[in-house]
């Protein structure tokens, strides 16, 4: 049942002040020698090997930049090379004592980060998974160019894997991790923990904390890492992301095992830079980023600066505070003290910082400081440190080598094979349940309220005589979506939904009404106002295997989650190089009556985006199978539902919207009304002014209209579109999108294309006007009515005896129009 917390006023209007615990800054003060207890002398050299093998990647990286060539063999690099040189002990700190059950997200700069994690994991798993995980990916393909002529042990060849791998996806060599798709901005290796890095500033920071969502939500498994940088934390999806993780409703409202926070580091790299801004002193305010804590939760999210020029400092840190998120305490927010000697990237000159200060921190560079600790300790010899890093040149040299030879490690050849990344962008794939587990519930679908209300309503919107049933007793549309949410709910256990007013409130169109009884708190939730975080943690949950229904309310309220939609969502499975699926079904309404800012038809927004499925139903039988269709793929879909058609009944579907599971295949439009001598292709709630023109038509001009509900945008089969012109020879396409822009002109433009000999005249589209959305009082002169349609119809493509047009849809009028941009 729902929780009510009761918010008491003679309690929180009580004078009083917050007061603040102490934030460490670089605490950790052991030497070398005092750590020697809690390190071999393997495990020391481990550190220092790490280290000194990202460095060595990395200067290879940035002399191929610069001068063309390392070590005498030359290569040219065009495509970018963001390097963190300086910042080794930083990244080998933050994953020495992770395992693969832990998994890290970063930056643009995250090859240090790559390659850290995948040496940890190397280091900790046996033989016989390393040549299973190696074996498994692409079946051998990766591994095949470091295989031959191998002589030496299991994990030297998993460390060749790994450099390699991670160098063929950076020259873009479909060898690579992820085919060359994710190439040196977006590379990751998941076998290892190692989760996508982002290009986009910040990107990581909602999107991690879904996957620490995921963990919690599904008891997996270890934690999560955010490695961000210090510049990100001026972007909204970091600010968005930390105020998810530190909801109150982990602690206060999740129950049992449930309870307690997320198992989440946000590790900010603080290199000090954003590109040539200085965030201490000029772009930011914070001083210390680790007083960014204080500001979310009481907790202070456990907020601690840390050395990250000592790799040890790093470690000691991350065994302390795994010891909070295995107390359920978390999120934890680590500000790793770092810095990087090369400019943001190799054709920066770094002139926004002087020679000194690079020079300054060159002099104590954290690999040459920590040998120069190992041999004083006595634990290493400046021979060993030595071989190590001629052992390292000799290492990096090899995969040069391979992963430049064009017959070992060939590019994607896209002459043969054109469509091969086209075929990459969805996965296309039917899957019940993520997971095969019993569902959390709170009682039988059967027993539940609304299931019960449902069952008793008419399920086809006439009775026999044709009289409507009142709306009452009539099956809706919102009931249609829900019976197919509920549905999934209770067959996949990874199901969960989100957004504003999600769960005591049933949604605020009332969908999700009867779900709060049925669900325990961890699978429908309400969540901060934060459309960024709701997408954004929505891909990180499903890309680790989760499904998820994110639901934006209006859809307006896309542009404030621009990223996570168009930039995120759609390009992972493809940049992946299909290891990931993203199974995510935004939910998204389109208004009327709430003015300029809540009641936008953007469809054309989320159909220009490749890698988005784009749907939007206009009856309850569509409502249903199309809602069941994106809840049983694994491919990202954009579910368009209209605010003015919720209470609508079916009225098309003989029998009415059957009570049993059904699909309805997207990309398919469908007949709505029959008729020979004109089409009208109508996009959502527009189907029923298109009904209402067809009739018209019919009554007042005698002329026979076809209409046909688009249903699915992308994709969209424009076969029976192209029938029904060879029958009619004339189309109008409408909506209640603005004309310009829209999706509607593609599909005139395509319809042209391919149907153009079967065409008496071009298509015509009616959309809204190029205005603000008015006031409801207003919206008949904005949306466009059945009157329109016909006036277009009159004017454009056949005149009609008689009619005198209330609407100027003449040639003249459109070129005035567009000549004044409304």
């Given at each position: 049942m729902p929780k009510n917390q009761f918010i008491n006023p003679d309690e929180?209007?009580?004078?009083?002040?917050?007061?603040?615990?102490?934030?460490?800054?670089?605490?950790?003060?052991?030497?070398?020698?005092?750590?020697r207890e809690n390190f071999s002398k393997?495990?020391?050299?481990?550190?220092?090997?790490?280290m000194v093998v990202i460095r060595e990647f990395e200067t290879m990286l940035n002399l191929i930049k610069t001068r063309g060539e390392y070590n005498g063999i030359p290569y040219n690099h065009p495509g970018p090379a963001h390097l963190s040189i300086g910042q080794e002990a930083a990244a080998v700190g933050m994953a020495y004592t992770l395992d693969v059950d832990d998994f890290i997200f970063g930056s643009h700069r995250s090859h240090g980060e790559i390659l850290a994690k995948g040496l940890s994991a190397i280091a900790k798993l046996d033989d016989k998974a390393l040549e299973s995980i190696m074996e498994k990916h692409f079946d051998g393909v990766t591994l095949a160019p470091v295989k031959a002529g191998h002589t030496g042990t299991t994990k030297e060849l998993a460390i060749k894997f790994l450099l390699y791998g991670t160098l063929a996806e950076i020259f873009a060599r479909k060898t690579g991790f992820n085919k060359g798709l994710g190439g040196s901005m977006h590379a990751f290796f998941t076998p290892f923990g190692v989760y996508p890095n982002n290009a986009i500033v910040g990107g990581s920071g909602d999107i991690s904390v879904g996957a620490a969502l995921y963990k919690k939500v599904n008891r997996k498994k270890g934690i999560v890492v955010a490695n961000i940088g210090d510049a990100?934390?001026?972007?909204?999806?970091?600010?968005?992301?930390?105020?998810?993780?530190?909801?109150d409703q982990f602690t206060e409202l999740w129950e049992d095992d449930m309870k307690g926070g997320l198992p989440l580091i946000i590790n900010i790299m603080n290199n000090q830079y954003g590109m040539g801004g200085q965030t201490c002193g000029e772009t930011m305010g914070y001083e210390v980023a680790a007083r960014i804590g204080a500001g979310l939760n009481k907790d202070q999210m456990h907020a601690e600066r840390v050395d990250g020029y000592n790799p040890l400092a790093v470690i000691d840190a991350y065994r302390r505070k795994r010891k909070i998120l295995e107390e359920k305490r978390g999120p934890v927010l680590l500000d790793v003290l770092t810095y990087r000697y090369s400019g943001h990237s190799p054709s920066d000159a770094s002139s926004y910082r002087s020679k000194e200060e690079v020079e300054a921190w060159e002099s104590q560079d954290s690999i040459v400081w920590f040998g120069n600790e190992l041999e004083k300790a006595g634990i290493a010899t400046k021979d060993e440190l030595e071989k190590i890093k001629a052992n390292t040149t000799t290492l990096i040299s090899s995969t040069l080598k391979l992963a430049i030879d064009d017959e070992v490690s060939p590019h994607m050849d896209m002459k043969k094979y054109p469509?091969?990344?086209?075929?990459?962008?969805?996965?296309?794939?039917?899957?019940?349940?993520?997971?095969?587990?019993?569902?959390?519930?709170?009682h039988p679908l059967e027993k539940n309220p609304r299931v019960k209300q449902i069952a008793n309503k008419e399920r086809f919107m006439f009775d026999k005589n044709g009289k409507p049933f009142s709306k009452i007793k009539t099956y809706a549309l919102r009931d249609g979506i829900f019976e197919a949410i509920a549905d999934r709910f209770y067959k996949d256990p990874t199901l969960i939904a989100y957004g504003e007013e999600n769960r005591d409130w049933g949604g605020a169109f009332a969908v999700y009404r009867g779900l709060?009884?049925?669900?325990?708190?961890?699978?429908?939730?309400?969540?901060?106002?934060?459309?960024?975080?709701?997408?954004?943690?929505?891909?990180?949950?499903?890309?680790?295997?989760?499904?998820?229904?994110?639901?934006?309310?209006?859809?307006d309220f896309l542009g404030r989650a621009g990223d996570e939609v168009f930039n995120q969502l759609p390009k992972w499975q493809a940049m992946s190089g299909n290891v990931l699926k993203m199974p995510v079904v935004i939910r998204v309404s389109v208004g009327s009556k709430y003015g300029a800012q809540h009641s936008q038809d953007w469809t054309a927004l989320a159909a220009h985006i490749p890698g988005l499925k784009v749907v939007f139903p206009a009856t309850p039988y569509d409502a249903k199978g199309l809602m069941n269709a994106a809840l049983q793929g694994t491919d990202p879909v954009v579910f368009f539902e209209s605010q003015r058609i919720y209470d609508i009944g079916e009225m098309f579907h003989e029998g009415?919207?059957?009570?049993?599971?059904?699909?309805?295949?997207?990309?398919?439009?469908?007949?709505k009304k029959e008729g020979n001598e004109i089409t009208i292709l109508s996009i959502g709630a527009t189907l029923y002014r298109a009904l209402d023109a067809a009739k018209i038509l019919e009554e007042k001009h005698n002329i026979s209209a076809e209409v046909i509900d688009a249903r699915s945008l992308v994709p969209f089969n424009y076969d029976m579109v192209i029938e029904s012109i060879k029958k009619t020879g004339r189309i109008v396409i409408t909506g209640d999108a603005s004309a310009r822009g829209s999706f509607m002109r593609d599909l005139a433009s395509n319809i042209t294309e391919l149907a153009f000999d079967y065409l008496d005249a071009p298509p015509v589209v009616v959309g809204s006007r190029n205005w603000i959305t008015p006031a409801h009082e207003l919206e008949d002169y904005f949306f466009p009515q059945p009157e329109w349609i016909v006036d277009a119809i009159h004017e454009r493509i056949l005149p009609l005896p008689g009619h005198n047009p209330e609407n100027d849809f003449t040639e003249e009028e459109q070129l005035n129009r567009n000549a004044k941009g409304i």
């Amino acid at each position: 049942m729902p929780k009510n917390q009761f918010i008491n006023p003679d309690e929180v209007r009580k004078p009083k002040q917050i007061e603040f615990s102490p934030i460490p800054i670089n605490q950790y003060n052991k030497s070398i020698e005092e750590e020697r207890e809690n390190f071999s002398k393997e495990e020391m050299l481990h550190i220092f090997n790490d280290m000194v093998v990202i460095r060595e990647f990395e200067t290879m990286l940035n002399l191929i930049k610069t001068r063309g060539e390392y070590n005498g063999i030359p290569y040219n690099h065009p495509g970018p090379a963001h390097l963190s040189i300086g910042q080794e002990a930083a990244a080998v700190g933050m994953a020495y004592t992770l395992d693969v059950d832990d998994f890290i997200f970063g930056s643009h700069r995250s090859h240090g980060e790559i390659l850290a994690k995948g040496l940890s994991a190397i280091a900790k798993l046996d033989d016989k998974a390393l040549e299973s995980i190696m074996e498994k990916h692409f079946d051998g393909v990766t591994l095949a160019p470091v295989k031959a002529g191998h002589t030496g042990t299991t994990k030297e060849l998993a460390i060749k894997f790994l450099l390699y791998g991670t160098l063929a996806e950076i020259f873009a060599r479909k060898t690579g991790f992820n085919k060359g798709l994710g190439g040196s901005m977006h590379a990751f290796f998941t076998p290892f923990g190692v989760y996508p890095n982002n290009a986009i500033v910040g990107g990581s920071g909602d999107i991690s904390v879904g996957a620490a969502l995921y963990k919690k939500v599904n008891r997996k498994k270890g934690i999560v890492v955010a490695n961000i940088g210090d510049a990100s934390m001026a972007c909204g999806p970091v600010w968005e992301g930390l105020t998810f993780a530190t909801m109150d409703q982990f602690t206060e409202l999740w129950e049992d095992d449930m309870k307690g926070g997320l198992p989440l580091i946000i590790n900010i790299m603080n290199n000090q830079y954003g590109m040539g801004g200085q965030t201490c002193g000029e772009t930011m305010g914070y001083e210390v980023a680790a007083r960014i804590g204080a500001g979310l939760n009481k907790d202070q999210m456990h907020a601690e600066r840390v050395d990250g020029y000592n790799p040890l400092a790093v470690i000691d840190a991350y065994r302390r505070k795994r010891k909070i998120l295995e107390e359920k305490r978390g999120p934890v927010l680590l500000d790793v003290l770092t810095y990087r000697y090369s400019g943001h990237s190799p054709s920066d000159a770094s002139s926004y910082r002087s020679k000194e200060e690079v020079e300054a921190w060159e002099s104590q560079d954290s690999i040459v400081w920590f040998g120069n600790e190992l041999e004083k300790a006595g634990i290493a010899t400046k021979d060993e440190l030595e071989k190590i890093k001629a052992n390292t040149t000799t290492l990096i040299s090899s995969t040069l080598k391979l992963a430049i030879d064009d017959e070992v490690s060939p590019h994607m050849d896209m002459k043969k094979y054109p469509d091969l990344i086209g075929e990459m962008m969805f996965s296309n794939q039917s899957v019940e349940k993520m997971e095969d587990r019993e569902p959390e519930v709170n009682h039988p679908l059967e027993k539940n309220p609304r299931v019960k209300q449902i069952a008793n309503k008419e399920r086809f919107m006439f009775d026999k005589n044709g009289k409507p049933f009142s709306k009452i007793k009539t099956y809706a549309l919102r009931d249609g979506i829900f019976e197919a949410i509920a549905d999934r709910f209770y067959k996949d256990p990874t199901l969960i939904a989100y957004g504003e007013e999600n769960r005591d409130w049933g949604g605020a169109f009332a969908v999700y009404r009867g779900l709060t009884e049925a669900l325990p708190y961890h699978r429908l939730f309400n969540s901060p106002i934060s459309e960024g975080a709701i997408v954004g943690t929505a891909i990180g949950y499903a890309m680790c295997g989760g499904r998820v229904i994110p639901e934006i309310m209006y859809c307006d309220f896309l542009g404030r989650a621009g990223d996570e939609v168009f930039n995120q969502l759609p390009k992972w499975q493809a940049m992946s190089g299909n290891v990931l699926k993203m199974p995510v079904v935004i939910r998204v309404s389109v208004g009327s009556k709430y003015g300029a800012q809540h009641s936008q038809d953007w469809t054309a927004l989320a159909a220009h985006i490749p890698g988005l499925k784009v749907v939007f139903p206009a009856t309850p039988y569509d409502a249903k199978g199309l809602m069941n269709a994106a809840l049983q793929g694994t491919d990202p879909v954009v579910f368009f539902e209209s605010q003015r058609i919720y209470d609508i009944g079916e009225m098309f579907h003989e029998g009415g919207v059957p009570e049993g599971y059904y699909e309805i295949q997207m990309g398919e439009p469908d007949i709505k009304k029959e008729g020979n001598e004109i089409t009208i292709l109508s996009i959502g709630a527009t189907l029923y002014r298109a009904l209402d023109a067809a009739k018209i038509l019919e009554e007042k001009h005698n002329i026979s209209a076809e209409v046909i509900d688009a249903r699915s945008l992308v994709p969209f089969n424009y076969d029976m579109v192209i029938e029904s012109i060879k029958k009619t020879g004339r189309i109008v396409i409408t909506g209640d999108a603005s004309a310009r822009g829209s999706f509607m002109r593609d599909l005139a433009s395509n319809i042209t294309e391919l149907a153009f000999d079967y065409l008496d005249a071009p298509p015509v589209v009616v959309g809204s006007r190029n205005w603000i959305t008015p006031a409801h009082e207003l919206e008949d002169y904005f949306f466009p009515q059945p009157e329109w349609i016909v006036d277009a119809i009159h004017e454009r493509i056949l005149p009609l005896p008689g009619h005198n047009p209330e609407n100027d849809f003449t040639e003249e009028e459109q070129l005035n129009r567009n000549a004044k941009g409304i």
